[in-house]
């Protein structure tokens, strides 16, 4: 990995919060991502299952995690399964982690390779009565592809059907919302890597330069400081493009008076800034755009004003939307009448901002959280409102990445530029 080591008491904390979490005699099993095919021999990169990460801080794949608090045996009451590395691995696809590293790295102690899992599983399985498996729970997930923790929970039915099953994905969901001191650091390093991207641009999107042309110099950045790279597909979406939400071609010519919208971050050690910028090509707003770039970017710090303790996430959407409904009224897009006339489902600002304004941050882009949950300290949200206005092929959105504290919040990316007057100066300078 390309991030520096991550001290072990992080994970070693984290196991120790969920076991608090779990039902007497329970048993916790959790497996690594697959490295999926592409065509031929071909593999994607690895992604290890941000679930396991989160409790072991191993990233590698064929990895599987137990945790049994209450084990009989105290030996095996954390077990950890690797894959054995051999000469011929190490030529091909250089080292794996060894025991003595997976100790360092994950704070278990007691390692085996995954071949030999049954033989272990089978002295440990029989003590528990309930039986922890993960599955994927986002609300959003539309994913076709049948995981290995999927793939498990069904072979683990058809071996041992009198075990009673667990959710482990509610207690994932819970304990992930309130990031801890170390992954906060991690996060700020993420946004740190991303200003650095994002100040090299500033001096670099000039008309005829091409979408892609600023991706790779982003990428030249985001892995120069150690980040894998991307912490999402990046958008870089000139003129009318930027209307489109998820616009990810990248493949057109920054034209000169069009505005660019940059919805652009970097990962580092696994967790993910998530940054959006909108700045003028030419390095000069027109009137008309630096009206609507002002009422974003008041919507911005209203919103951001509200993400506090004690908050609730439909109650905030709700009032995000009547501060956008008095901007759009002021840009002359919608009128009195509109919003008289709307569906209460739909009101008349989505015609202009149809998309959230905040989601969960961490270990995933769209991290796990539950919704229903009021704002506690130590939660991480995107604060990203925008207006896109498709008869004028004009979109702006701002985002930021704000902690809850129990004095407000902190926004991690107050030392990126977003003042209109600041992004012009530095694209000037």
């Not at 922890?132 to 959003?140: C, D, K, Q, S, V």
């Not at 009198?162 to 991690?186: D, S, T, V, W």
């Not at 330069?209 to 400081?225: K, P, S, T, W």
């Not at 030419?282 to 009137?287: D, K, S």
């Given at each position: 990995?390309?991030?520096?080591?991550?001290?072990?008491?992080?994970?070693?904390?984290?196991?120790?919060?969920l076991?608090?979490?779990?039902?007497p005699?329970?048993?916790?099993?959790?497996?690594?991502?697959?490295?999926?095919?592409?065509?031929?021999?071909?593999?994607?990169?690895?992604?290890?299952?941000?679930?396991?990460?989160?409790?072991?801080?191993?990233?590698?794949?064929?990895?599987?995690?137990?945790?049994?608090?209450?084990?009989?045996?105290?030996?095996?009451?954390?077990?950890?399964?690797?894959?054995?590395?051999?000469?011929?691995?190490?030529?091909w696809?250089?080292?794996?982690?060894t025991?003595e590293?997976?100790?360092?790295?994950s704070?278990?102690q007691?390692?085996?390779?995954?071949?030999?899992?049954?033989a272990?599983?089978?002295?440990?399985?029989?003590?528990?009565?309930?039986?922890?498996?993960?599955?994927?729970?986002?609300?959003?997930?539309e994913?076709?592809?049948?995981?290995?923790?999927?793939?498990?929970?069904?072979?683990?039915?058809?071996?041992?059907?009198?075990?009673?099953?667990?959710?482990?994905?509610?207690?994932?969901?819970?304990?992930?919302?309130?990031?801890?001191?170390?992954?906060?650091?991690l996060?700020?390093?993420?946004?740190?890597?991303?200003?650095?991207?994002?100040?090299?641009?500033?001096?670099?999107?000039?008309?005829?330069?091409?979408?892609y042309?600023i991706?790779?110099?982003?990428?030249?950045?985001?892995?120069?400081?150690?980040?894998r790279?991307?912490?999402?597909?990046?958008?870089?979406?000139?003129?009318?493009?930027?209307?489109?939400?998820?616009?990810?071609?990248?493949?057109?010519?920054?034209?000169?008076?069009?505005?660019?919208?940059?919805?652009?971050?970097?990962?580092?050690?696994?967790?993910?800034?998530?940054?959006?910028?909108?700045?003028?090509?030419?390095?000069?707003?027109?009137?008309?755009?630096?009206?609507?770039?002002?009422?974003?970017?008041?919507v911005?710090?209203?919103?951001?004003?509200?993400?506090?303790?004690?908050?609730?996430?439909?109650?905030?959407?709700?009032?995000?939307g009547?501060?956008?409904?008095?901007?759009?009224?002021?840009?002359?897009?919608?009128?009195k009448?509109?919003i008289?006339?709307?569906?209460?489902?739909?009101?008349?600002?989505?015609?202009?901002?149809?998309?959230?304004t905040?989601?969960?941050l961490?270990?995933?882009?769209?991290?796990?959280?539950?919704?229903?949950?009021r704002?506690?300290a130590?939660?991480?949200?995107?604060?990203?409102?925008?207006?896109?206005?498709?008869?004028?092929?004009?979109?702006?959105?701002?985002?930021?990445?704000?902690?809850?504290?129990?004095?407000?919040?902190?926004?991690?990316?107050?030392?990126?530029?977003?003042?209109?007057?600041?992004?012009?100066?530095?694209?000037?300078?």
């Amino acid at each position: 990995m390309r991030y520096l080591p991550i001290d072990s008491s992080l994970f070693v904390e984290n196991r120790r919060r969920l076991s608090g979490m779990l039902k007497p005699k329970s048993l916790v099993i959790l497996h690594a991502n697959d490295i999926l095919p592409t065509n031929a021999d071909g593999t994607m990169g690895f992604r290890q299952n941000t679930d396991l990460f989160y409790l072991s801080g191993v990233d590698q794949e064929e990895t599987i995690l137990l945790l049994f608090p209450e084990h009989p045996d105290e030996k095996i009451r954390e077990v950890l399964f690797l894959r054995e590395t051999n000469e011929q691995i190490a030529i091909w696809e250089g080292e794996k982690l060894t025991k003595e590293q997976a100790r360092s790295t994950s704070g278990i102690q007691a390692i085996f390779w995954t071949h030999q899992f049954e033989a272990v599983f089978r002295n440990i399985v029989f003590e528990a009565e309930h039986v922890y498996l993960n599955t994927n729970e986002h609300t959003r997930n539309e994913s076709l592809v049948q995981t290995r923790e999927a793939r498990y929970v069904r072979e683990f039915k058809e071996k041992y059907p009198l075990h009673q099953l667990q959710r482990l994905a509610p207690l994932m969901h819970y304990l992930r919302a309130i990031k801890q001191p170390q992954e906060l650091a991690l996060l700020m390093q993420a946004c740190d890597i991303t200003r650095t991207g994002f100040l090299r641009l500033l001096k670099f999107v000039k008309p005829g330069v091409a979408e892609y042309e600023i991706e790779a110099e982003l990428l030249h950045e985001f892995v120069r400081g150690r980040s894998r790279g991307f912490a999402y597909q990046p958008i870089i979406a000139s003129g009318a493009n930027a209307c489109v939400l998820h616009y990810i071609q990248n493949n057109q010519l920054c034209q000169d008076g069009q505005v660019l919208l940059l919805d652009v971050a970097a990962e580092y050690a696994n967790y993910n800034a998530d940054l959006t910028r909108s700045i003028p090509v030419n390095g000069r707003f027109t009137p008309r755009q630096r009206a609507v770039y002002d009422a974003v970017l008041r919507v911005f710090k209203a919103a951001k004003s509200m993400l506090v303790v004690g908050n609730l996430w439909d109650e905030y959407h709700v009032e995000v939307g009547k501060v956008m409904e008095s901007e759009l009224l002021g840009l002359g897009l919608i009128t009195k009448e509109d919003i008289a006339k709307q569906d209460p489902d739909w009101p008349a600002y989505r015609k202009y901002f149809p998309h959230g304004t905040s989601h969960f941050l961490g270990l995933d882009v769209h991290d796990v959280g539950n919704k229903y949950r009021r704002f506690e300290a130590g939660m991480v949200f995107t604060c990203e409102p925008g207006i896109y206005i498709r008869e004028e092929g004009l979109g702006i959105r701002l985002e930021n990445d704000i902690l809850i504290t129990a004095d407000g919040n902190k926004d991690l990316m107050e030392h990126i530029p977003i003042e209109a007057e600041e992004i012009e100066e530095l694209m000037n300078a």
